[in-house]
T-cell receptor, first 116, second 114 residues
Framework: AQKVTQAQTEISVVEKEDVTLDCVYE???????LFWYKQPPSGELVFLIRRNSFDEQNEISGRYSWNFQKSTSSFNFTITASQVVDSAVYFCALSEADNYGQNFVFGPGTRLSVLP | DSGVTQTPKHLITATGQRVTLRCSPR?????VYWYQQSLDQGLQFLIQYYNGEERAKGNILERFSAQQFPDLHSELNLSSLELGDSALYFC?????????????FGPGTRLTVT
């Protein structure tokens, strides 16, 4: 069965610090997709990134970067030079379906607080 | 704004009652998903529809049911409500409903059962 673990329940950093949110997943499929979502205090869920299991290239988008390592089943998320607006709950998620019919599993989330 | 709309935003009802939550997907999206977010259970996938048909089922209780209509909006029906059903219910939509599709989430409906 698929599973996503986010061991860090809460993290607090001071503005401008770098922070890494860990995500470890379990799946028996060779084809799967990993996602990160952000849930700010306002409550909506915002899609950040998708990665498929065949693409292990790291990705950078502005201050955000993601490190996907199949060998350790991890898909970690780093925020560089954090800002107060980054304060949110961040969810890692896994989907191992084929073309249609998707069973999405979210991790428990990591609450990030960025202090001014 | 994700383009996904959900109504109502808040709902307060009593135990034993039945409620209906409504979701309109983004324009052009064929697939709709329902999730429940509670403090103790986290984000739980409930059910997915694609173009009117059920595609995947998660941890959805038998007291809950959903459907997707020809205009692609979806409704989640919750019956015989219990205190533990109090949660934030999200709807999401995606283009074709495949595993590779990112999902766009609505603002959620906060259900409080008293």
């Amino acid at each position: 069965a698929q599973k996503v673990t986010q061991a860090q329940t809460e993290i607090s950093v001071v503005e401008k610090e770098d922070v890494t949110l860990d995500c470890v997943y379990e799946t028996r499929d060779t084809t799967y997709y990993l996602f990160w979502y952000k849930q700010p205090p306002s409550g909506e869920l915002v899609f950040l990134i998708r990665r498929n299991s065949f693409d292990e290239q790291n990705e950078i988008s502005g201050r955000y970067s993601w490190n996907f390592q199949k060998s350790t089943s991890s898909f970690n998320f780093t925020i560089t030079a954090s800002q107060v607006v980054d304060s949110a709950v961040y969810f890692c998620a896994l989907s191992e379906a084929d073309n249609y019919g998707q069973n999405f599993v979210f991790g428990p989330g990591t609450r990030l607080s960025v202090l001014p | 704004d994700s383009g996904v709309t959900q109504t109502p935003k808040h709902l307060i009802t009593a135990t034993g009652q039945r409620v209906t939550l409504r979701c309109s997907p983004r324009s052009g999206d064929l697939s709709v998903y329902w999730y429940q977010q509670s403090l103790d259970q986290g984000l739980q996938f409930l059910i997915q529809y694609y173009n009117g048909e059920e595609r995947a089922k998660g941890n959805i209780l038998e007291r809950f049911s959903a459907q997707q209509f020809p205009d692609l909006h979806s409704e989640l029906n919750l019956s015989s409500l219990e205190l533990g059903d109090s949660a934030l219910y999200f709807c999401a939509s995606s283009g074709r409903g495949g595993a590779r599709d990112e999902q766009y989430f609505g603002p959620g409906t906060r259900l409080t059962v008293t």
